[in-house]
């Protein structure tokens, strides 16, 4: 395997040499919740509550498409079975651009997925929703 699919198995994936991942960029979580705002017409944080997006808690760690009681796309459970789990790294990088994102993993240009959202363009905006979200969906 060379060493540019490597470095692009690792930004997909959140994958690490020596199984550590780093650290987030520090996010300012009051922010992160009015970021939410946009999120929760379709996701809660609620466990066994899902809507049109399923329930988001305990999310990180989760294997892409793999929430029992909520009907994901096949493309969503196509990247699970790919190796498709929430991290912190997966996590940003998916809400930045979402159905490129799962694309990239299923190998297409682009994925059909239920999530209709385009995604959040800040870089601060991602990184204060991933701050709220890491201690909100414990």
């Not at 294997?63 to 029992?68: F, S, Y």
């Not at 059909?112 to 601060?124: A, C, I, N, R, S």
Request: net charge positive; charged share 25%; proline share 5%.
């Amino acid at each position: 395997m060379n060493l540019l699919r490597i470095v692009m198995m690792t930004a997909i994936f959140g994958w690490a040499w020596g199984g550590d991942t780093p650290p987030a960029m520090a996010g300012d979580p009051a922010a992160g919740e009015k970021v939410f705002n946009k999120c929760k017409v379709c996701h809660t944080l609620e466990a066994g509550k899902n809507k049109v997006g399923p329930s988001l808690h305990e999310l990180f760690g989760r294997t892409a498409g793999t929430l029992d009681g909520f009907k994901f796309s096949n493309d969503m459970k196509e990247a699970g079975a790919k190796g498709l789990v929430w991290s912190e790294e997966s996590f940003v990088s998916y809400i930045a651009d979402p159905k490129p994102f799962i694309g990239k993993i299923i190998g297409e240009k682009s994925a059909t997925t239920k999530m209709v959202f385009p995604g959040l363009k800040k870089q601060k905006d991602r990184d204060d929703l991933l701050t709220y979200l890491k201690e909100a969906t414990k």
